[in-house]
C-alpha cells in the first residue's frame, strides 16, 4: 500500500537553530514528494515538491527537503528557525495509481520557541 | 485572485440534517477533492473528481455525495448528518490530468453535528 508516515507529532526548537522535520514513504514507482504547511485556522499551502533531479530541492520561506531513495525518506529542513514558522506541516506523496490523487501524512506541529 | 472558496466557514448543525458545503474555484483546475481534517488523524479523502462530469471515491466517502456538473463547482452533501461527521472539510483542486502540480486549498469549512 502506498503511504507517508510522518513519526513526530511535534517538534520543538528555538529560534535560530536548524530544524528538521521527518517524513518516509511507500510507493509503487516513482515517488513524488511534496511539503504543504498549515497555519491556524488556515488551509493548506504548498511549500516545494520533489519530482525527478537533485535530491536536495529548495522551497518557500527558506525551506528545504532533501530526498533519500534508499531511505525511502524526504525530511523537510530548515538552517535557522523562525518563531513564525511554528505551524502544522504535512508531507504527501503522489498516488501513482491515480495520479491526480495526493496521499498525506498525518502532520507535524512545529513549535519553535524564541 | 480568489482561488478556491468554499462556504460556509462554519456551521452548527443537528443530526440528521442535510447539509452541503460550497466549494468554487476560479483558476480552470481540471481536479477537485474534498478532504476531511481531524486531529491525530491528519488529512483524509472523501471524494474527488479528474474533471467535470467525472467523481470518485476517496478514503472515507460514506455519508456523502459530491457532484461536478461543471468545472467550477464541486458541492459535497451530507444526506442526514451524524456527529461523527464532525470535523473541517477542505476543498482543494489541482491542474490534473497526471500533472504534478500542487494542489490549491480553500479555507476549510468547520462543521460541528449535535
Known amino acids: 500500500a502506498q503511504s507517508v508516515a510522518q513519526p513526530e507529532d511535534q517538534v520543538n526548537v528555538a529560534e535560530g537553530n536548524p530544524l528538521t522535520v521527518k517524513c518516509t514513504y511507500s510507493?509503487?514507482?516513482?515517488?513524488?514528494l511534496f511539503w504543504y504547511v498549515q497555519y491556524p485556522n488556515r488551509g493548506l499551502q504548498f511549500l516545494l515538491k520533489?519530482?525527478?533531479?537533485?535530491?536536495l530541492v529548495k522551497g518557500s520561506y527558506g525551506f528545504e527537503a532533501e530526498f533519500n531513495k534508499s531511505q525511502t525518506s524526504f525530511h523537510l529542513k530548515k538552517p535557522s528557525a523562525l518563531v513564525s514558522d511554528s505551524a502544522l506541516y504535512f508531507c504527501?506523496?503522489?498516488?501513482?495509481?491515480?495520479?491526480?490523487?495526493?496521499?498525506f501524512g498525518t502532520g507535524t506541529r512545529l513549535q519553535v520557541f524564541p | 485572485i480568489a482561488g478556491i472558496t468554499q462556504a460556509p466557514t462554519s456551521q452548527i448543525l443537528a443530526a440528521g440534517r442535510r447539509m452541503t458545503l460550497r466549494c468554487t474555484q476560479d483558476?480552470?483546475?481540471?481536479?477537485m477533492y474534498w478532504y476531511r481534517q481531524d486531529l491525530g488523524l491528519g488529512l483524509r479523502l472523501i471524494h474527488y473528481?479528474?474533471?467535470?462530469?467525472?467523481?470518485g471515491k476517496g478514503e472515507v466517502p460514506d455519508g456523502y455525495s459530491v457532484s461536478r456538473a461543471n468545472t467550477d463547482d464541486f458541492p459535497l452533501t451530507l444526506a442526514s448528518a451524524v456527529p461523527s461527521q464532525t470535523s473541517v472539510y477542505f476543498c482543494?483542486?489541482?491542474?490534473?490530468?497526471?500533472?504534478?502540480?500542487?494542489?490549491?486549498f480553500g479555507e476549510g469549512s468547520r462543521l460541528t453535528v449535535l
Open positions: 482543494a483542486s489541482s491542474r490534473g490530468q497526471g500533472n504534478t502540480g500542487e494542489l490549491f
Open positions: 510507493v509503487s514507482g516513482n515517488p513524488y
Open positions: 520533489y519530482i525527478t533531479g537533485d535530491n
Open positions: 504527501a506523496v503522489r498516488d501513482n495509481y491515480n495520479t491526480d490523487k495526493l496521499i
Open positions: 483558476m480552470r483546475h481540471n481536479a
Open positions: 473528481s479528474n474533471t467535470a462530469g467525472t467523481t
